[in-house]
Structure formats: structure tokens, C-alpha cells
């Protein structure tokens, strides 16, 4: 009976070492996994903010260059009007500036843009030089005074190129700019989603870190006690002990 109660008794103290070192081990794990946690949450607020920014910057420049682009393809129109009225070398050159704007704008756009934006343009460049071909035509016929000739060349070959290029100009400049202000309002939106999510995340992992925590310090309090036990124990033994010796000395010395 005796030695069963002894062996339940050793049995207790056994499972709770067991346990108590699961749970350490546990609370262990769990601060490692919160502490990572958090460093990947704090990395992918980071990177999807640097994403968005980073295409809404991308498709911003897209829209101004093509705005810029629908600028001066406004501008050489205007040019050839006022050139029709008031000949003179000065709007003539004015009006090959607005081309090479064009061109520069339309370059900057190709440097941005997607494949089907650089087809686009392509096919814009190729009616801008048909388009400048004929408009030196026209142009000459204004400077010879042959007004018949002139608004002849206007609408069967300035006027079908270059409405052709500015609805293509003109339909790119509002299909990048609708495309700009949804990627700035997913920005927005990314911007929004990770400041209302971090502070979240950081309570939960700082109320898990606080859990683990007090298992570890609950379990090393356990230990330090289940050591001051086992001390308390041996020095009982050793007087135990002593208390024993001493007793057998106490008998041996009656016998002699």
C-alpha cells in the first residue's frame, strides 16, 4: 500500500514536469511565431504601399504625358487655323514646334506605357507624318494664294489624318487619366487598409506576447519553487539523517 502511495506520488510530480515543459516550450514557440508574425505584417504594409504608390505614380506620368500629347496636337490645329488666316514664318514654326512637342510628349508615353499604348502610338506617329506631309502641301498652296486648292487639300488630306490621330490622342489621354485616379484611390485605399490594420495587429501581438509571457514567467516561478522544494527536502534528509547517526552513536555508547 505504502509503496503504490509512493509510486502515485512520484508519478504526480513527473506529469507535471512534463507539462510544465510543453507549456514552456509552447509559450516559447508562441513568442517566436508572434515576433515573426509581425515582422511580415510590418513588411507587407510596407510593400503594399510601395506597390500602389508606385503605380499610381507609374500611370500618373502615363496620363500627363498622353495629356500633354492631346495638348499639342490641340495646339497644331489651332497653329494651322491661324496659319490659314495670317501666313507668316513665325506661326509656321510655331506650329513645327507643336510637332516636335508631340513627338516628345508621345515618346515619353512609349517609355511608360504598356505594349498595347507603344501600337498605339506607332500607329499615331505613322498618321502625324502623313499629316505633315500634307499640311506642308496645304501650307504652300496658302502661301501661292490658292484658296480652291488649299481647302481642297484641307479636307481630303490634312482634315481625315488628323482626326483620326487626335480621337486616338484624345481617347488615350481620358482612358490613362480615368486609370491614374483609380490607382490613386487604391492608394488611398491600401493607405487607409494597413493604418487601420497595424494598430490592430500590434494589439493582438502584444496581448499574445503578454500571454507567453506570463506562461513563461508562471512556469519559471514553478521551477524555482519545485527547486527551493527539493532543497527544503534534502536539507530534511541530511538532518534526518545526522538525527539517525547521532542516535546510533547515542546506542553504541549505552552498550560499551
Not at 15 to 39: C, M, P, Q, T, W
Not at 95 to 110: F, G, I, K, S, V
Not at 152 to 174: G, H, K, Q, W, Y
Amino acid at each position: 500500500m505504502s509503496q503504490s502511495i509512493k509510486h502515485g506520488n512520484s508519478f504526480f510530480p513527473l506529469k507535471r514536469e512534463v507539462y510544465g515543459a510543453s507549456a514552456a516550450r509552447f509559450a516559447s514557440i508562441g513568442l517566436a511565431s508572434v515576433l515573426i508574425l509581425l515582422s511580415l505584417f510590418a513588411v507587407w504594409g510596407a510593400l503594399s504601399t510601395y506597390r500602389a504608390g508606385n503605380a499610381a505614380k507609374h500611370f500618373a506620368q502615363l496620363s500627363n504625358a498622353f495629356d500633354d500629347a492631346r495638348s499639342a496636337v490641340a495646339a497644331e490645329e489651332s497653329l494651322e487655323r491661324k496659319y490659314r488666316l495670317e501666313p507668316s514664318a513665325d506661326v509656321h514654326g510655331r506650329h513645327h514646334a507643336a510637332a516636335d512637342a508631340l513627338r516628345a510628349h508621345l515618346a515619353r508615353a512609349r517609355a511608360e506605357g504598356e505594349p498595347e499604348d507603344r501600337a498605339l502610338i506607332d500607329d499615331v506617329l505613322v498618321l502625324h507624318r502623313d499629316y505633315l506631309l500634307a499640311i506642308e502641301h496645304m501650307f504652300a498652296a496658302v502661301d501661292d494664294g490658292d484658296t480652291t486648292l488649299a481647302n481642297n487639300i484641307d479636307s481630303t488630306e490634312v482634315d481625315p489624318r488628323f482626326d483620326t490621330m487626335e480621337t486616338l490622342v484624345v481617347a488615350a489621354a481620358d482612358a490613362h487619366r480615368s486609370e491614374a485616379l483609380r490607382r490613386l484611390d487604391q492608394l488611398t485605399y491600401v493607405q487607409k487598409s494597413v493604418l487601420a490594420a497595424t494598430p490592430i495587429g500590434f494589439l493582438i501581438g502584444i496581448g499574445l506576447v503578454v500571454f507567453f509571457s506570463r506562461i513563461l514567467r508562471s512556469q519559471r516561478r514553478r521551477e524555482v519553487q519545485a527547486m527551493n522544494h527539493e532543497a527544503t527536502a534534502v536539507k530534511r534528509s541530511e538532518k534526518r539523517f545526522r538525527a539517525l547517526v547521532q542516535n546510533a552513536s547515542t546506542c553504541l555508547d549505552l552498550r560499551s
